[in-house]
């Protein structure tokens, strides 16, 4: 005898899944292939998302996205733990409508991002290991540090020309300032009013901690580059000119493999080297470099550009004929784009650099 069942199976169905991650909530939609099942607010916790799909699509397989930002990847590591075909979209690859633009919401951006997925527009971007990550982490938190200890140092600089105070012939030069001699000046300074010299020592204590922390975690990075996780790609990267350890632990944190871009057109496209264009008919405009990369390593890379342009006799060859018919600054970038090439062979071959010798 044949009873009825009521148990409901999504076996061999695929549920998508969208999502707009804020700090205190998160809109979700939900699509099955054939139509939209709904969009509705809910507390900010993966285990939340994985509890509705599990009640409402049991045995179903799900296919989650949401859009890179300051959340980083807890929310994918977490779905993927849980069984969800999870990825992580740059928002500026999700195909949007112009009225998307112009009238954006969290539940039009949650439906766009479902609609993406199920219709398989969307290309995930490489998710980091959590050691990466971490390591990446120590990397940038020195960068802010150096931010933030230039602003001290402005801020001090201000406040002598603010009140006239001129500095000692000892000191006119830029590479005698923050020296030891000079903050030893600026402590024994003379200011009329107490309250002024409070200033003064407030800002200098604040530099001097600054200075500090920079100094320790530049050791906690020398440290970490000697690592057999980092030793042997930092000593190759080393071996092309312009590039310290500094320079090349934040190359290796950022992209973390090499074996990720399948050409140097993907490597540039990634950092941002490469030119934005407008093609019309016969005309085509080639601009500026495009706004979008990864800001970090092409700071970097460019800042390294420079000091390779003097210490490799190729590229400084290069770098001149450049300038012979554009400005230094456009210059730089194509200068920029060849030692991305250079860091490319070198982590692709497992080869040093050799400085190309001009007779």
């Known amino acids: 005898m044949q009873t009825q069942s009521n148990k409901i199976d999504f076996k061999g169905q695929n549920i998508y899944v969208g999502f707009d991650v804020h700090l205190k909530s998160w809109t979700v939609t939900i699509m099955t292939e054939k139509l939209t099942h709904r969009t509705f607010t809910q507390p900010p916790k993966p285990e939340a998302l994985y509890q509705y799909l599990r009640k409402t699509f049991p045995g179903g ?7 890179a930002g300051f959340c980083g990847y807890w929310i994918h590591n977490k779905l993927v733990k849980f069984g969800v075909n999870s990825i992580v979209v740059n928002p500026a690859d999700i195909p949007t409508t112009g009225k998307e633009k112009v009238m954006k919401t969290d539940l039009r951006d949650s439906v766009k991002i479902a609609r993406s997925l199920r219709n398989g527009d969307l290309k995930p971007i490489h998710v980091p290991s959590l050691t990466t990550l971490e390591d990446r982490g120590l990397v940038r938190t020195r960068a802010t540090l150096v931010k933030d200890l230039s602003r001290y140092k402005h801020r001090i600089k201000s406040f002598l020309h603010f009140r006239g105070i001129e500095l000692p012939e000892a000191f006119s030069q830029s590479k005698t300032y923050w020296s030891n001699r000079f903050t030893k000046w600026l402590e024994d300074l003379e200011i009329t009013e107490p309250s002024g010299k409070a200033s003064l020592n407030a800002l200098l204590e604040q530099s001097k901690h600054l200075r500090a922390a920079v100094l320790l975690v530049t050791r906690q990075i ?3 580059s000697k690592t057999d996780r980092y030793k042997m790609q930092q000593v190759l990267l080393c071996s092309i000119p312009g590039i310290g350890i500094l320079t090349a632990m934040t190359i290796l944190t950022e992209i973390e493999t090499i074996n990720r871009f ?7 496209g990634f950092i941002g080297l490469v030119p934005s264009t407008n093609s019309t008919g016969d005309h085509e405009i080639v601009g500026e470099i495009t706004p979008r990369g990864h800001s970090i390593l092409r700071t970097a890379i460019i800042e390294s550009a420079w000091m390779a342009a003097r210490l490799d ?4 060859k290069c770098y001149h004929d450049y300038c012979r018919r554009m400005e230094p600054n456009k210059a730089i970038i194509r200068i920029a784009r060849k030692l991305t090439s ?7 071959n497992n080869q040093p650099y050799v400085c190309s010798v001009i007779k």
């Open 262 to 268: 399948a050409n140097l057109d993907q490597l540039c």
């Open 313 to 316: 006799p190729a590229l400084n």
């Open 342 to 348: 250079r860091i490319m062979f070198v982590l692709k």
């Open 222 to 224: 020398r440290d970490l």
């Open 61 to 67: 397989a799900y296919h989650s996205a949401y859009e």
